[in-house]
């Protein structure tokens, strides 16, 4: 059974830093790329990053270019997502995702880590 | 970015309504379209992928048609769990990007 689970959510102020953990299991992590979406309170949902499953490619949302990190450790099965220079648009729930194929739809989510960013 | 809209963005009916919500990419996307269905406080789930294949597992009664631009999601006949928020989405090219969503609710 595939399970995604996130980690590493919480409260931080604008201009602070946070990363976000996806621990994965069920499925051979690393034929497999992987995504994080968002989702800010009462709003549709937002492609935030996608990473390959080598972890070589990495691609990022416009909005959280130069600020957000995406990586994972194969060995770890686990994936990565660091947040700096948060801003209060960044609060929402960020769901990680698997690739059902590289770069594609989204067969699989976690159950989603609430971000909240605010003084 | 290609951007994705939506429509109706939302609307009410009743259990047994056949009902088609409309998808359009800014820019053509062959049939690399997936819909989602998600329900509140609930993780999205994968409906349907490459405009008209059915997830294993998801009822017969959704179906999903379209290529380039235009995009089609069709519950035959509304059951009470699917009264939810629908997205569509395009993974042809980075940034993939989601349609706005549609929510379907009880008239």
């Known amino acids: 059974e595939v399970q995604l689970l996130e980690s590493g959510g919480g409260l931080v102020q604008p201009g602070g830093s946070l990363r976000l953990s996806c621990a994965a299991s069920?499925?051979?992590?690393?034929?497999?790329?992987m995504t994080w979406v968002r989702q800010a309170p009462g709003k549709g949902l937002e492609w935030v990053s996608g990473?390959?499953?080598?972890?070589?490619?990495?691609y990022y949302a416009d909005s959280v270019k130069g600020r957000f990190t995406i990586s994972r450790d194969n060995s770890k099965n686990t994936l990565y997502l660091q947040m700096n220079s948060l801003r209060a648009e960044d609060t929402g729930i960020y769901y990680c995702a698997k690739d059902a194929n590289s770069g594609s739809y989204f067969d699989y989510w976690g159950q989603g880590i609430l971000v909240t960013v605010s003084s | 970015a290609i951007r994705m809209t939506q429509s109706p963005s939302s609307f009410s009916a009743s259990t047994g309504d056949k009902v088609t919500i409309t998808c359009r990419a800014s820019?053509?996307?062959?049939?690399?379209l997936a819909w989602y269905q998600q329900k509140p406080g609930k993780a999205p789930k994968l409906l349907i992928y490459?405009?008209?294949t059915l997830q294993s597992g998801v009822p017969s009664r959704f179906s999903g048609s379209g290529s380039g631009t235009d995009f089609t999601l069709t519950i035959s006949c509304l059951q009470s769990e699917d009264f939810a928020t629908y997205y569509c989405?395009?993974?042809?090219?980075?940034?993939?990007?989601f349609g706005p969503g549609t929510k379907v609710d009880i008239k």
């Open positions: 820019q053509g996307i062959t049939n690399y």
């Open positions: 989405q395009q993974y042809y090219s980075y940034p993939f990007t």
């Open positions: 069920g499925f051979t992590f690393s034929s497999h790329a």
């Open positions: 490459a405009a008209s």
């Open positions: 990473i390959s499953g080598s972890g070589g490619s990495a």
